[in-house]
């Protein structure tokens, strides 16, 4: 699709509902009309002769096009590189601050391809989605998590709320119940909805598969709008990334919804519902294209520190040095770790191969001490800075306060106020106001709770056999000694010194 392409898409039978109305046109509407945009570009940049190299590849369908790289199946350390580098590209079009853009999704698109066989009998619907998926370059979200209501219970006591399979008939699945969050849902094609968390023990809740946005039954009931309030409070020079930048997070809510059969991949097999996270490669990508994406923004980020310690004169404090030299190494961290997982892939299916978990699995775990590690020193060394501003745009049209703007509220290094309220604006967008807020709780939460991250990290190496042989390296040291001293040959235990060291106290 181009970006126009894209736009049209969207205009269906959605059912999005925000501030109490149902929204007519996500395209025009003021929540979402800027987003929307956003995303075109994505879609323009792939017909873009200037990104081209980059960002696309030739379909491996047969049908003699092209597609975004991330949506085809690698099968070398050197594709798993081109895809970091289309990752990035397209994440710097949104400064890093999608993290729910189309390519995404092709975490789990990607896999269709070679992993077909793990959804039998729904197979054919794997590799039809597969096909269909990168020759379109179709956008998904996923909602895959129960709602926290009664997670005490198992999912099958709480199937007044969790997703579930009402009843098969021949045309497919009847399934209601909800699931959160689905972000960014309202700008997407598709729905994909998996199992993650509590286990299943009734066929019912055994299920994925994806589902138009705009079926019949669907609902998105969203959060508040950050782009639509920074319409009414102020202007794109107040709030430059929520203005714009928005994925709303909607409760995704299936009311009685006919999955066709052709859209199912798993249904009814409580072992590979289980099995779903280990096994179908999608955990290896989406980890993947969280970490490239997040380190674009953390390149944002530390641009936008370093501007602010220049308009705030602060830029040669040692103690400031530091800490901006503390970002880059975060930004460096990041990128070291994708480097690492596409540089040392593993092997999979087929001659596939995915980003080494490993590197992802560290990555969940950093991004939840290291992002709030970063604001927190935004806010400790930008300070009043970041709310020592005025309330609009408009007051620099004000004649009457003008001049005191002009005088007090400029900046240091020559830098006048316009530019430095532009500059601190943006970055208290970026951490201060509701939109950098849940940018913090996103990036905490986005690949999995704090324990979660930990403990699979801790089951993936205790399963592969390397903390054993972390173990097994330790009892090798300690193998070479014991009480009466060394047991390898080449090292000495100087029995004499000791028996001389007797004599002292004896």
């Not at 030739?58 to 895809?83: I, M, Q």
């Not at 998105?220 to 102020?234: D, F």
């Amino acid at each position: 699709m181009t970006g126009d392409e894209y736009v049209e898409s969207l205009r269906d039978a959605r059912e999005v509902y925000l501030y109490g109305e149902r929204v007519k046109d996500v395209t025009a509407h003021p929540a979402f009309r800027n987003p929307v945009r956003m995303t075109a570009r994505l879609y323009d940049a792939l017909h873009d002769p200037a990104h081209q190299s980059v960002l696309t590849t030739a379909t491996d369908t047969g049908s003699g096009g092209f597609t975004h790289r991330f949506f085809t199946t690698p099968r070398s350390a050197e594709d798993l590189v081109a895809d970091q580098q289309a990752i990035a590209a397209w994440s710097r079009m949104s400064y890093g601050w999608m993290g729910r853009s189309p390519d995404y999704k092709a975490a789990f698109l990607g896999t269709l391809g070679a992993n077909a066989d793990f959804y039998a009998p729904f197979s054919d619907n794997a590799r039809r989605w597969y096909r269909e998926s990168q020759e379109k370059v179709l956008y998904w979200n996923h909602a895959i998590v129960h709602p926290p209501v009664d997670r005490s219970l198992p999912p099958d006591e709480v199937s007044d709320v969790f997703v579930h399979v009402e009843k098969e008939t021949d045309a497919g699945l009847v399934v209601s119940g909800a699931k959160v969050v689905a972000t960014g849902s309202a700008l997407t094609h598709h729905n994909f909805i998996a199992h993650y968390g509590l286990p299943v023990r009734k066929k019912e809740f055994a299920l994925v598969a994806t589902v138009p946005t705009g079926a019949r039954g669907v609902k998105l009931i969203c959060r508040p709008s950050y782009t639509a309030q920074s319409a009414v409070m102020g202007s794109p020079f107040d709030y430059p990334l929520s203005s714009r930048l928005d994925e709303n997070d909607t409760i995704l809510v299936l009311d009685k919804v006919l999955i066709p059969w052709e859209d199912v991949f798993v249904y009814g097999d409580m072992a590979k519902i289980q099995m779903f996270s280990g096994q179908s490669g999608f955990l290896e990508r989406f980890t993947f294209h969280g970490c490239v994406r997040l380190a674009v923004k953390l390149e944002f980020l530390a641009g936008a520190l370093a501007k602010a310690l220049e308009v705030t004169g602060t830029q040669d404090f040692r103690g400031v040095q530091t800490r901006l030299g503390e970002v880059l190494a975060w930004r460096n961290l990041f990128w070291g770790l994708s480097d690492a997982a596409a540089r040392n892939p593993v092997k999979w299916r087929g001659g596939a191969v995915l980003p080494n978990p490993e590197y992802g699995m560290a990555y969940r775990w950093f991004m939840q001490i290291g992002y709030p590690r970063i604001k927190e020193i935004i806010q400790q060394d930008v300070a009043s800075g970041l709310i020592y501003l005025n309330s609009s745009a408009e007051d620099f049209k004000n004649p009457q306060i003008r001049p005191y703007l002009d005088k007090y509220v400029r900046g240091s290094n020559g830098i006048d106020a316009v530019q430095r309220v532009k500059v601190l604006k943006l970055l208290w967008d970026a951490v201060g106001t509701e939109f950098g807020g849940r940018h913090e709780l996103y990036e905490r939460n986005y690949s999995g709770n704090h324990e979660n991250v930990r403990t699979e990290l801790l089951f993936a190496q205790t399963a592969s056999g390397k903390l054993d042989d972390y173990k097994a390296l330790v009892d090798q040291c300690m193998s070479e000694y014991d009480l009466d001293g060394w047991t390898v040959p080449d090292l000495d235990s100087f029995h004499d010194l000791r028996a001389a060291r007797g004599g002292l106290f004896g």
